[in-house]
């Protein structure tokens, strides 16, 4: 009822925590679609518009906080941003995609714009839901690390993007 009185206009229960995420990939793989899984407090998404250009990682993170402060940085739905997700999953052939870790984006710029081998957190995931892997339902913690660590083993790659941050209440918890 909540979801529904915040706008939703599908609310499917799945059960718990892993029940709803494999849920959620098997309708998306019912329906033809990307499957975006996001926690219900991100109140923002950002993009950071780093200009393009063979990326050259700064020397001290004060740089890095430099350039940040020099580059845009767009806020987008969570439509845009997995749209721009699943671009950076297409050109790395990944099946697993995702934002950066943390809100810190001096830290995210000291990064590449997708790493391939990195950790993908549950607030904001993009799933290719004919991939293999399925979120394990006897889990009720790190079940993202599990998942990630999934689709390395199946496939050798992830896509997560280090100029994508989504902003939740309960990173303030």
Known sequence: AAYQANGAVKVVE???????RNKCIELAKRDG????EISDDIYRMEILHYPVGEWI?????????????????????????ARYIEVQMRQTKSRLGGVYCTKN??????GPPVQTHLFVI???????????????EKMSLKEDYDFTAAHLKEYGVVARSNRVFCIAKHYTN
């Open 14 to 20: 799945g059960g718990g925590l892993c029940a709803s």
């Open 33 to 36: 679609k990307y499957c975006v």
């Open 57 to 81: 990682a700064p020397p001290k993170l004060s740089e890095a906080s430099r350039m940040v402060r020099m580059s845009p940085t767009i806020v987008v739905s969570p439509l845009d941003a």
């Open 105 to 110: 984006v001096p830290q995210g710029l000291n």
């Open 122 to 136: 549950g607030d904001f995931m993009v799933i290719d839901p004919t991939s293999k892997p399925r979120f394990d």
